[in-house]
C-alpha cells in the first residue's frame, strides 16, 4: 500500500527548533520530487521547500531561507525538513508531498500527500 507520513511535528518555543520527517513506504522516495507545504487556519496552503528527486537541487521559500533545510535519507526511504530558529508565524500544519517530475512550487502539481503533522511555535 502506498503511504506518505509526516512525523515530527509539536509545540516548540520561539528560536526552537524542530525536525519533520516524511516516510514513503510502498514506492521509493528517491524517484520523485518531494515538497514541503503548510497551512495556517484561514490561509492557503503554501510551498515551503522541495527536493528533486536525486537530491542535487533544493529550493525555499524566502520566509524559510536559512532557516530551514531539506534533504534526503535514501537508505531509509525519508526525506527530512530541520526547521531552527523557529517563529510563531511558523506555526501551521505541515505536510509532505510527492511528484514525478520537477520541483513544483504549487500544490496542485503533487500526486501524493501526507496526512500532516502539526507545528505550533508558541511561548
Known amino acids: 500500500q502506498l503511504q506518505l507520513v509526516e512525523s515530527g511535528g509539536g509545540l516548540v518555543q520561539p528560536g526552537g527548533s524542530l525536525r519533520l520527517s516524511c516516510a514513503a513506504s510502498g514506492f521509493t522516495l528517491n524517484a520523485y520530487a518531494t515538497g514541503w507545504f503548510r497551512q495556517a487556519p484561514g490561509k492557503e496552503r503554501e510551498g515551503v521547500s522541495c527536493i528533486n528527486s536525486s537530491g542535487s537541487n533544493t529550493n525555499y521559500a524566502d520566509s524559510v531561507k536559512g532557516r530551514f533545510t531539506i534533504s534526503r535519507d535514501n537508505a531509509k526511504n525519508t526525506v527530512y525538513l530541520q526547521m531552527n530558529s523557529l517563529n510563531p508565524e511558523d506555526t501551521a500544519v505541515y505536510y509532505c508531498?510527492?511528484?514525478?517530475?520537477?520541483?513544483?512550487?504549487?500544490?496542485?502539481?503533487?500526486?501524493?500527500w501526507g496526512q500532516g503533522t502539526q507545528v505550533t511555535v508558541s511561548s
Open positions: 508531498a510527492t511528484l514525478f517530475g520537477r520541483c513544483s512550487g504549487y500544490a496542485d502539481s503533487y500526486h501524493y
